[in-house]
């Protein structure tokens, strides 16, 4: 089946730290979103990307859609506490035979610095 | 408020049991979803409904069974037939048109003990 590569895996950050994430696929995707999950809560939506080579914020958050149409990256500024959770992309494309159905990366852990 | 509402938030289980997980939705939506999500492994469709009285099966669809009887409704049963049946499981809905953009229950924790 299509994957999503999403790196880092986890990674710890201080307060005040700048992050960034991505996601890679070997498939060509129409649309790109990223979501943030808190422990115990289902996947909340932060950004949707539509356009290739499209750039969008929301607040401290920034996500691109690849130029490749192939890669997403999102980034956190000035990140804060309430930032720690696990950050999923996930893509769409249709194919014959397809619903549009999304496909998930295996999501990026934010964990606080000790 | 509009929104997903699953139910119940935590259940046990006994091995052998089949139960029955709740997802309603007030968004007027006519795509429902089915995840299951289990650490490190990102989120695996189990099954999805396009409309009313019709669903197909995603990746990870036996041991599990749906009913799509009502628009606002996508019930999933955990079977006894499926071997490891603790995960944290997530229900979705989308409207129509090609957004993409699903939004997510508060998901629901099965453990069989």
């Known amino acids: 089946g299509q994957q999503l590569n999403q790196s880092p895996q986890s990674m710890f950050i201080q307060e005040g730290e700048d992050v960034s994430m991505n996601c890679t696929s070997s498939?060509?995707?129409?649309?790109w979103l990223w979501y943030k999950q808190d422990p115990g809560e289902g996947p909340v939506l932060l950004i949707a990307?539509?356009?290739?080579?499209e750039l969008t914020s929301n607040g401290r958050l920034t996500a691109q859609f690849g130029i490749t149409r192939k890669d997403s990256f999102l980034n956190i500024s000035a990140s804060i506490p309430s930032d720690v959770g696990i950050y999923f992309c996930?893509?769409?494309?249709?194919?014959?035979?397809?619903?549009?159905?999304?496909?998930f990366g295996k999501g990026t852990k934010l964990s606080v610095k000790p | 408020d509009g929104g997903i509402t699953q139910s119940p938030k935590y259940l046990f289980r006994k091995e052998g049991q089949n139960v029955t997980l709740s997802c309603e939705q007030n968004?007027?939506?006519?795509?429902m979803y089915w995840y299951r999500q289990d650490p490190g492994q990102g989120l695996r469709l189990i099954y999805y409904?396009?409309?009313?009285?019709?669903?197909q099966k995603g990746d990870i669809a036996e041991g599990y069974s749906v009913s799509r009887e009502k628009k606002e409704s996508f019930p999933l049963t955990v079977t006894s037939a499926q071997k490891n049946p603790t995960a944290f499981y997530l229900c979705?809905?989308?409207?129509?048109?090609?957004?993409?953009?699903?939004?997510f229950g508060e998901g629901s924790r099965l453990t069989v003990l």
């Open positions: 498939s060509i995707f129409n649309t």
């Open positions: 990307l539509y356009k290739a080579g």
């Open positions: 968004l007027n939506h006519d795509a």
């Open positions: 996930a893509g769409q494309r249709f194919w014959l035979g397809s619903q549009g159905n999304l496909i």
């Open positions: 409904s396009q409309i009313v009285n019709d669903f």
């Open positions: 979705a809905s989308r409207g129509t048109g090609d957004t993409g953009e699903l939004f």
